[in-house]
């Protein structure tokens, strides 16, 4: 047998014929693999060194969590200053591989005013693709809480947020119970 490899074709000889054999693009296999659900949890502990905005009093920094157009909004700490503490977990739906690429956690800092718009802070990104990839395959995968550097819109330095996060396979449900094991098909 004769083989011969031109772009997304091949061309195969089999007992004196030709046969073209179409191989499918690597984005069609990319496509090909087997969407997996599940749930990344992120825990929010604390930021350390923010840019204080406000002149008069300590800032009330607040975290806006985002991934792939949802949304979470962590507790304003009162009085909270450079060095707020959150201790609190937030709960996302995901998809992997999904529509995309882009599998970043944005994390952006507020400071929470009264009389005026809230100030922006600062933001961070953390990116999960090795995370979702980890987890898909072995059921679960953990990132300890990590400090990661929080920078202004300039990309200046403006302290460090600590999160961790987890991500777990969503089981897969049956939506037709007749049809899980057989058994209530049985004669017996």
Not at 4 to 13: A, E, G, Q
Not at 48 to 63: E, H, I, S, W
Not at 109 to 135: C, H, N, P, R, T
């Amino acid at each position: 047998m004769l083989t011969y490899k031109r772009s997304n074709t091949t061309l195969r000889t089999f007992k004196g014929r030709f046969y073209f054999i179409s191989l499918p693009t690597w984005r069609e296999r990319e496509t090909e693999r087997e969407m997996a659900f599940g749930f990344m949890e992120v825990e929010l502990v604390k930021a350390k060194g923010l840019r204080d905005t406000d002149v008069f009093a300590r800032m009330d920094p607040y975290v806006l969590l985002q991934y792939k157009g949802q949304e979470r909004k962590s507790s304003v700490i009162h009085e909270g200053g450079r060095n707020p503490v959150w201790n609190e977990k937030f709960v996302f739906r995901v998809e992997y591989p999904g529509s995309g690429d882009q599998y970043k956690l944005n994390l952006v800092i507020m400071d929470k005013d009264v009389f005026s718009a809230d100030d922006f802070v600062g933001q961070a990104a953390v990116y999960v693709k090795d995370l979702l990839a980890e987890g898909t395959e072995k059921g679960s995968a953990e990132l300890r809480p990590h400090k990661y550097s929080v920078v202004r819109a300039d990309q200046s330095y403006c302290g460090e947020i600590e999160v961790g996060i987890t991500f777990t396979l969503k089981e897969q449900e049956y939506a037709d119970d007749d049809d899980v094991g057989g058994w209530k098909e049985s004669c017996f």
